[in-house]
């Protein structure tokens, strides 16, 4: 503006304080939007490259979120059937125990009756425990075929499946695990009695092969269940990366948007000064016609 005449049409002190005004409101708009929703990136303008990078994180953390939960369905599926199991595994127990006494001469033929009866109840309640067993509606046991459900745990980018399957190593139905009884309805051991000593004997032998077969069933789970809680822990650390990268490029640095901030704070009343002493000068003019 050097060897500017003096003139009251054309303000350029003026038009260039304004210009300056204009730049610190900006400055400080953003800045505010910037303190009060705590994030970097307000609008697409404020960083278009970054802004798109950090979607892209954003949608794969709450995938990987998801698929923790998902999961988590799978490890309830399993803790069921293992919770069923273990009651199996009890009253097997107890039926060996009754087998066991019955098959012993030392107790008599009315007692072997009354044995028998509770040891028909053991088996009526595995039945009942087999059969209603369920998730949602759908049998967990069955003699047909065995339970399965694709877990998806995978994200935005890879397709990624972890299979939980209620029945043997290849996935069989409980008729391929010895779970099966001899009318074919899922029962665990046949009705064979235990009011004499053969039959005691006979059952006996039923039960330890039963009692092998729900163990070798249970220990099928606990792997399920151990390979899917790892898979959660494993997602839980990936979900918090992503998180951790999505934050450095949207989360603002709140101590330099304080600084920023009382700096275009200080700048807009400078400059409203600057304005008011160049819009003042243009008045001096009248002081010539004095």
């Given at each position: 503006m050097a060897g500017q005449s003096f003139s009251v049409l054309n303000n350029l002190a003026s038009v260039d304080a304004q210009r300056n005004l204009y730049f610190s409101n900006l400055g400080l708009n953003k800045t505010l939007g910037?303190?009060?929703?705590?994030?970097r990136i307000v609008e697409a303008g404020d960083d278009a490259a970054g802004l798109a990078i950090a979607a892209g994180l954003k949608a794969d953390h709450v995938a990987l979120m998801q698929a923790v939960r998902n999961a988590n369905d799978g490890i309830a599926i399993v803790q069921i059937a293992d919770g069923a199991l273990s009651k199996l595994t009890d009253m097997l127990t107890r039926a060996v125990t009754l087998?066991?006494?019955?098959?012993?001469?030392?107790?008599?033929?009315?007692?072997?009756?009354?044995l028998n009866l509770e040891y028909r109840q053991l088996l009526d309640e595995i039945n009942r425990v087999i059969e209603v067993s369920n998730f949602k509606g759908e049998r967990l046991f069955s003699v047909s075929n065995a339970f399965q459900k694709m877990i998806y745990v995978g994200d935005t980018h890879f397709v990624s499946y972890i299979t939980v399957s209620i029945g043997g190593p290849n996935g069989s139905n409980t008729s391929a695990m010895g779970?099966?009884?001899?009318?074919?309805?899922?029962?665990?051991?046949?009705?064979?009695?235990?009011?004499?000593?053969?039959?005691?004997?006979?059952?006996?032998?039923?039960?330890?092969?039963?009692?092998?077969?729900v163990s070798r069933w249970r220990g099928i789970l606990g792997a399920q269940q151990n390979r899917l809680i790892n898979s959660v822990a494993i997602i839980q650390v990936q979900a918090q990366n992503l998180q951790a990268a999505e934050s450095v490029i949207m989360d603002a640095n709140m101590a330099e948007e304080v600084v920023n901030?009382?700096?275009?704070?200080?700048?807009?009343?400078?400059?409203m000064a600057s304005l008011a002493q160049a819009n003042a000068s243009s008045q001096l003019v009248l002081q010539l016609f004095r």
């Open positions: 910037r303190l009060s929703s705590g994030k087998a066991e006494q019955s098959a012993s001469d030392t107790v008599g033929v009315n007692e072997k009756v009354t779970l099966t009884r001899s009318d074919g309805t899922g029962a665990v051991v046949s009705y064979s009695g235990i009011d004499t000593r053969l039959g005691a004997i006979g059952v006996l032998q039923a039960l330890q092969g039963a009692i092998a077969s901030m009382t700096k275009f704070q200080i700048l807009l009343q400078s400059g």
